[in-house]
């Protein structure tokens, strides 16, 4: 089908699924938003979708005139630094691609990296971050309040990696957040003997269909941070819980830069002291190892450190450079871990910057889930995730994350036997001299075609995974979310862009080949999840999501990121069953 069609269609089913919304919008309240007779809810500059059915409640508590103001006025303030920032990264890029250039540390900022700053000191209940539990979308109830109910540090509270932001989800999860904190969600303990919520908001790429401010979407960072700060941040402070957040995909100091302002407005607006508010910038792109320093001075009033993603940062180098043939990323399930050269030396840096700026640098988070029944393979996994992390807490790493509940207790007693104390800053790592070589340098190895299979499957389950509104599932024995997603596409496409040759037989990577290894992976759902497997629309949906899949890795020029690609340009509010591809 021709793209302009493509557009046109996809364009006519968001308007038919826009109208259903509006056409069961319920009247409002007294004292609620004005509700205009196509119902649209809309306050001069700003404009609101009608709440999804069965969360009127959740949205009436959220969306209050003065919540939505709030947000709105934020977005006023800083929808053109955000602008300016996404346009930043567009240059960047071309200028890499045009110069051919590899990124270096700057020489600008000498005064920030050989001075004597310091980052703000954290709060009590963030002095000790040993281990986190992960990929915690809010939207699960029932998973939120088990890790509510749990022994961790803290949650990472997400509404990124491990969460779909459909409007449902959304609001499902703002509310969640709201109930926990307001003590509403039975058989949790009260928010300041829960674990903390470390709230992850969307990324920067990310935005908000439903809420329009001066006629233009809200970038999604700011309608989640906005939601949660106003809701939510005064009895977390007075509970000695919070604000806390997590900041993905930050790409350079600018960008921090521009958090900071916007917590600074944030706290200013609600009246809270300035830098209450504590974030954890995931260093999960290549450009933004360059510049962790400044990064961590730009933020040194509201940090809580910096922390380490695998799978994000990995593939953040095919986003960056994957033209280039020698930056083709091995098979990652046989030669890329973090005792490779190139990760090893960004841990290294990570734990070095922090540690000499008297802030945390935390891990990334152990993906493997634990059998039902304890027994030798139930015990093979809790050891396999034990010797993983035992290396970072060596390294002089001050926690890390986890997915399975269950792994919390053999990590704390990991913790406990061999770095008792709160965290390990006084690891200093003066052995650590990293040239920008030493994050550049590409593993050695070549792909197999079991990888390039494991591949396929995890990023068609991805995007099946979105159609159904969940940001992450299980697979294989591990969790699986974008993160995985994103590496796992960015890999194929580069593998058929330099036409890369499988270890097996030397048979080199096409699209022919990708397309029938597609093939084979729909007509074989024996390793499905079952409780998919057995759905009356799931093997329709699954085909879907493979066309998805074969439009992302068969692009000329590489799609940024996955989920955006899927919140834009296969906009995931439209019915699901239009796909522009059909398998052969």
């Given amino acids: 089908m021709m793209a302009g069609k493509q557009t046109e269609r996809n364009g006519g089913d968001r308007l038919k699924v826009i109208s259903n919304h509006l056409s069961s919008c319920k009247s409002r309240k007294p004292g609620s938003l004005p509700v205009h007779g196509n119902g649209i809810i809309s306050n001069g500059d700003v404009e609101l979708a009608p709440p999804p059915t069965g969360l009127e409640k959740a949205y009436s508590t959220l969306l209050t005139p003065a919540a939505t103001r709030f947000v709105a006025d934020m977005v006023l303030e800083f929808d053109s630094k955000v602008d300016e ?16 250039t590899l ?23 963030l002095i000790n971050r040993h281990v986190d539990l992960g990929d915690v979308s809010p939207s ?35 509310y969640n957040v709201y109930r926990a904190v307001h003590g509403m969600i039975p058989g949790t303990p009260p928010i300041q003997d829960a674990p903390v919520l470390m709230l992850r908001p969307r ?154 700026r008297g802030c945390h640098a935390t891990g990334g988070m152990i993906a493997l889930t634990l059998p039902s029944h304890k027994g030798p393979e139930y015990n093979a996994v809790v050891e396999k995730a ?10 002089g790493a001050d926690g890390f994350m986890v997915y399975d509940l269950g792994l919390l207790q053999p990590m704390l007693q990991l ?73 796992s596409r960015s890999q194929v496409w580069q593998w058929i862009r330099h036409g890369t040759r499988l270890e097996d037989n030397n048979q080199p990577v096409t699209r022919q080949l990708v397309v029938s290894l597609v093939i084979s992976f729909l007509a074989d759902q024996a390793g499905l999840p079952k409780h998919l497997s057995g759905e009356r629309d799931f093997a329709r949906r699954l085909k879907v999501a493979a066309n998805v899949f074969l439009q992302l890795v068969t692009k000329r020029d590489f799609p940024a990121f996955i989920t955006t690609y899927l919140n834009l340009e296969n906009t995931f509010l439209t019915s699901p069953w239009h796909a522009s591809l059909s398998l052969a």
């Fill in 103 to 125: 990124p270096d540390f700057r020489t600008d900022t000498l005064h920030i990296q050989q001075g004597s700053w310091t980052v703000d000191p954290v709060p009590r209940r």
């Fill in 203 to 356: 990324a920067w790429n990310m935005v908000e269909h439903n809420m329009l401010v001066n006629g233009k979407e809200t970038p999604g960072p700011l309608f989640d941070f906005g939601l949660l700060m106003f809701h939510n941040a005064r009895i977390l402070l007075d509970k000695e819980s919070g604000p806390f957040f997590y900041l993905s995909k930050v790409e350079g100091y600018r960008e921090a830069r521009l958090w900071d302002k916007i917590f600074t407005w944030a706290e200013v607006k609600l009246g809270l002291p300035l830098g209450c508010v504590k974030a954890t910038v995931l260093i999960e792109n290549v450009l933004a190892s360059f510049e962790m320093q400044e990064i961590l001075y730009e933020l040194r009033r509201h940090s809580a450190g910096l922390n380490c993603g695998l799978w994000d940062y990995s593939a953040s180098f095919v986003n960056k450079f994957g033209h280039r043939t020698d930056f083709v990323l091995p098979d990652r399930h046989k030669y890329v871990n973090m005792e490779r050269h190139f990760l090893k030396s960004y841990l290294a840096l990570t734990i070095k910057t922090c540690h000499q």
């Fill in 415 to 487: 913790w406990a036997k061999f770095a008792p104390s709160p965290n390990q800053h006084s690891v200093l790592r003066h052995d650590v001299s990293i040239a920008a070589k030493d994050l550049l340098v590409m593993p050695s190895g070549g792909v197999t075609l079991s990888g390039l299979k494991t591949n396929i499957a995890v990023g068609i389950l991805f995007v099946e995974s979105w159609l159904r509104g969940k940001g992450h599932f299980i697979f294989n024995g591990s969790v699986e979310d974008s993160a995985t997603a994103e590496i």
């Fill in 386 to 395: 034990c010797r993983s992390k035992l290396s970072e807490i060596k390294a």
């Fill in 140 to 174: 699960n109830t029932q998973h939120f309040t088990r890790a509510l109910q749990s022994p961790a540090q803290g949650i990472q509270t997400d509404f990124d990696d491990g969460h779909c932001p459909n409007w449902h989800t959304q609001l499902q999860g703002l």
């Fill in 85 to 100: 920032i996404l346009r930043e990264r567009t240059q960047k890029k071309l200028e890499l691609d045009r110069w051919n």
